[in-house]
């Protein structure tokens, strides 16, 4: 099974997710999944399952000062069925 | 550049980590020092009362070297440790170091005036000073520390603000100092080894209470009666009810918050921390003298924080030893701060279980994701790694004494340097640091009122009281072991 691997945002509106090649956002997770899956299906005809990583850009997301509590925000693993 | 999350994720690049490497570091210079008997770490320098400043400070092993060596010798070394540190975790290690070096200063410059014989000197050490009366005001040179840290938090330039909070880390330099605590644990454990397995238990059972009640009631109130969402009430009660700003991170991530949501609950923690950490202990003192070791438990169930939960448990440790050497009872100086740290280290290792918990709960039946998978790695992901290091320092230690593999005296010559000055140096760092990261105009931000309110109400009406209750109900009748002065 194929595994994608995003850097997740969320600029205060809509979650975005981003690895270089794909940006897609939602103003939900589930928006978000499901515009994922449209964009994927289109790159990935052959694949009936893509295995999809996402983890919250916490440098970016979450102020410095609170690095130190805590070391990291979520990490998501989506099973996105293509077909 | 996203990168699939493995296990060994972060073990260079967090503040977590770093506090294990560096205290484990310390820890085990200590143990080679007790096994060779070569003098690795009396160096550290130590501070004193005095009445004379010349003799304010000098090594934790007197004679070894001048107190202004040892002073430089200590800023050094602790200065390559922590920007080892830094350069790792990808800071600007240049602005680190400028900054760094600004809060040693204050922070030596508070230890001094904190330690003046006439302001916190106990009576059993009048006579050594020549002095036949102080305030004894015990802990006096934390709030000195952590007054100018809040000077500098909310009334320094925007400008000098930003760059002392480069190295104002208060969370990394107290989980240091948990791992020296460790070592301390350790020794202690040695002659005192039953009185140590009681207070590690007694704080299990207290942390179990505190999740199964706290969190509920702590997210019913936040729901039914201040009407906030589900999104927020979940990372209030993790925040309020469980270990502060980790909690609130924590939960948020696990159900899939965004990141709004933590910001704006963490800035509040923090600011009651604060309050908590002045008040609670002279509260404390004055009402629960008779109870140390609950009193003590009872900051770890409360005070939200490992900050400022060590803190607090500094200043109470000082303020009853020294009300207590006031009618002639010499209680051992630091068990009243173990169980302050020990319910906060239990609460701290749960709250992996408890986000996964939730994670599960959010994403397979409150808000249903289809696809998405809940990774029991999570638990690990979100484990206290400085934890890891409190445990091993105090079990190695503990093996090693009690296994007469190191005679106890050789490792007191090792690790006593560690586990007191190089410990309470790094309880003075988060000190400091405490009040410059907190700035009180946060209570001002848009939003923040009704937070503010549920907050408050929630600690005053069920954290406080029921968490009392809890630290009674499972260390009342412990008392420190007594020392002869």
Same mark, same amino acid.
């Given at each position: 099974?194929?595994?994608?691997?995003?850097?997740?945002?969320?600029?205060?509106?809509?979650?975005?997710?981003?690895?270089?090649?794909?940006?897609?956002?939602?103003?939900?997770?589930?928006?978000?999944? &499901?515009?994922?899956?449209?964009?994927?299906?289109?790159?990935?005809?052959?694949?009936?399952?893509?295995? *999809?990583?996402? /983890? !919250? $850009?916490?440098? &970016?997301?979450?102020?410095?000062?609170?690095?130190?509590?805590?070391?990291?925000?979520?990490?998501?693993? *989506?099973?996105? /069925? !293509? $077909? | 550049?996203?990168?699939?999350?493995?296990?060994?994720?972060?073990?260079?690049?967090?503040?977590?980590?770093?506090?294990?490497?560096?205290?484990?570091?310390?820890?085990?210079?200590?143990?080679?020092?007790?096994?060779?008997?070569?003098?690795?770490?009396?160096?550290?320098?130590?501070?004193?009362?005095?009445?004379?400043?010349?003799?304010?400070?000098?090594?934790?092993?007197?004679?070894?070297?001048?107190?202004?060596?040892?002073?430089?010798?200590?800023?050094?070394?602790?200065?390559?440790?922590?920007?080892?540190?830094?350069?790792?975790?990808?800071?600007?290690?240049?602005?680190?170091?400028?900054?760094?070096?600004?809060?040693?200063?204050?922070?030596?410059?508070?230890?001094?005036?904190?330690?003046?014989?006439?302001?916190?000197?106990?009576?059993?050490?009048?006579?050594?000073?020549?002095?036949?009366?102080?305030?004894?005001?015990?802990?006096?040179?934390?709030?000195?520390?952590?007054?100018?840290?809040?000077?500098?938090?909310?009334?320094?330039?925007?400008?000098?603000?930003?760059?002392?909070?480069?190295?104002?880390?208060?969370?990394?330099?107290?989980?240091?100092?948990?791992?020296?605590?460790?070592?301390?644990?350790?020794?202690?454990?040695?002659?005192?080894?039953?009185?140590?397995?009681?207070?590690?238990?007694?704080?299990?059972?207290?942390?179990?209470?505190?999740?199964?009640?706290?969190?509920?009631?702590?997210?019913?109130?936040?729901?039914?009666?201040?009407?906030?969402?589900?999104?927020?009430?979940?990372?209030?009660?993790?925040?309020?009810?469980?270990?502060?700003?980790?909690?609130?991170?924590?939960?948020?991530?696990?159900?899939?918050?965004?990141?709004?949501?933590?910001?704006?609950?963490?800035?509040?923690?923090?600011?009651?921390?604060?309050?908590?950490?002045?008040?609670?202990?002279?509260?404390?003192?004055?009402?629960?003298?008779?109870?140390?070791?609950?009193?003590?438990?009872?900051?770890?169930?409360?005070?939200?924080?490992?900050?400022?939960?060590?803190?607090?448990?500094?200043?109470?440790?000082?303020?009853?030893?020294?009300?207590?050497?006031?009618?002639?009872?010499?209680?051992?100086?630091?068990?009243?701060?173990?169980?302050?740290?020990?319910?906060?280290?239990?609460?701290?290792?749960?709250?992996?279980?408890?986000?996964?918990?939730?994670?599960?709960?959010?994403?397979?039946?409150?808000?249903?994701?289809?696809?998405?998978?809940?990774?029991?790695?999570?638990?690990?992901?979100?484990?206290?790694?400085?934890?890891?290091?409190?445990?091993?320092?105090?079990?190695?230690?503990?093996?090693?004494?009690?296994?007469?593999?190191?005679?106890?005296?050789?490792?007191?010559?090792?690790?006593?340097?560690?586990?007191?000055?190089?410990?309470?140096?790094?309880?003075?760092?988060?000190?400091?640091?405490?009040?410059?990261?907190?700035?009180?105009?946060?209570?001002?931000?848009?939003?923040?009122?009704?937070?503010?309110?549920?907050?408050?109400?929630?600690?005053?009406?069920?954290?406080?009281?029921?968490?009392?209750?809890?630290?009674?109900?499972?260390?009342?009748?412990?008392?420190?072991?007594?020392?002869?002065?």
């Amino acid at each position: 099974m194929k595994t994608i691997t995003f850097d997740l945002y969320h600029d205060g509106v809509k979650w975005i997710a981003k690895n270089g090649q794909i940006i897609v956002s939602g103003e939900t997770l589930e928006e978000l999944d &499901e515009n994922l899956k449209l964009k994927l299906k289109d790159m990935f005809e052959d694949e009936k399952t893509i295995k *999809v990583n996402m /983890e !919250l $850009d916490y440098r &970016e997301m979450v102020p410095h000062w609170m690095w130190q509590y805590h070391p990291y925000y979520f990490y998501r693993t *989506v099973y996105l /069925e !293509l $077909d | 550049m996203a990168e699939e999350r493995r296990w060994y994720t972060g073990m260079f690049s967090t503040e977590d980590w770093w506090a294990f490497w560096i205290g484990i570091f310390f820890v085990f210079l200590g143990i080679v020092a007790a096994a060779t008997m070569v003098d690795l770490t009396g160096w550290i320098v130590s501070f004193g009362n005095w009445v004379d400043i010349t003799k304010s400070f000098g090594p934790a092993h007197k004679g070894l070297m001048s107190p202004l060596a040892s002073l430089v010798v200590s800023y050094v070394v602790f200065t390559i440790a922590t920007a080892i540190g830094a350069k790792a975790m990808g800071w600007d290690v240049k602005n680190y170091l400028k900054a760094w070096t600004v809060i040693f200063i204050l922070t030596t410059i508070a230890y001094i005036i904190g330690q003046y014989g006439y302001l916190s000197a106990t009576s059993n050490k009048w006579e050594k000073l020549g002095i036949t009366w102080s305030l004894q005001i015990g802990g006096a040179y934390y709030i000195i520390a952590l007054i100018i840290g809040l000077l500098i938090g909310n009334f320094a330039p925007s400008g000098f603000k930003e760059f002392m909070k480069r190295a104002a880390r208060p969370e990394w330099y107290i989980k240091i100092a948990i791992v020296c605590l460790g070592a301390k644990l350790g020794l202690k454990a040695i002659e005192a080894t039953g009185f140590a397995m009681h207070l590690l238990f007694a704080g299990v059972c207290a942390t179990i209470a505190a999740y199964l009640l706290f969190w509920p009631l702590a997210y019913t109130v936040s729901r039914k009666l201040f009407n906030l969402s589900r999104e927020w009430a979940a990372c209030l009660a993790s925040g309020i009810s469980i270990c502060g700003v980790s909690a609130a991170i924590a939960t948020a991530g696990s159900i899939r918050a965004r990141p709004i949501v933590p910001v704006m609950i963490s800035s509040l923690i923090v600011v009651f921390a604060v309050f908590e950490l002045v008040i609670l202990p002279a509260v404390l003192v004055t009402t629960w003298f008779n109870e140390p070791i609950a009193a003590g438990a009872s900051l770890g169930l409360t005070v939200k924080t490992d900050g400022a939960d060590a803190a607090a448990g500094a200043i109470l440790d000082q303020l009853m030893i020294s009300k207590a050497a006031s009618m002639g009872i010499h209680w051992d100086e630091g068990w009243i701060l173990a169980s302050a740290i020990m319910t906060k280290i239990w609460i701290d290792m749960f709250i992996g279980v408890w986000a996964f918990v939730l994670a599960v709960v959010w994403v397979y039946y409150f808000e249903r994701k289809p696809g998405e998978k809940v990774q029991k790695m999570e638990i690990w992901w979100r484990f206290p790694k400085f934890v890891i290091g409190y445990f091993v320092a105090m079990f190695a230690i503990m093996g090693l004494g009690l296994g007469n593999v190191i005679g106890f005296e050789n490792l007191e010559f090792g690790l006593k340097p560690i586990e007191g000055a190089m410990r309470h140096f790094f309880f003075m760092l988060t000190f400091t640091s405490i009040g410059i990261v907190t700035d009180f105009r946060a209570l001002r931000q848009e939003g923040i009122g009704k937070l503010a309110v549920a907050y408050a109400f929630i600690l005053a009406v069920i954290i406080i009281p029921i968490g009392w209750f809890i630290a009674w109900l499972f260390h009342h009748g412990m008392m420190p072991p007594t020392v002869t002065p």
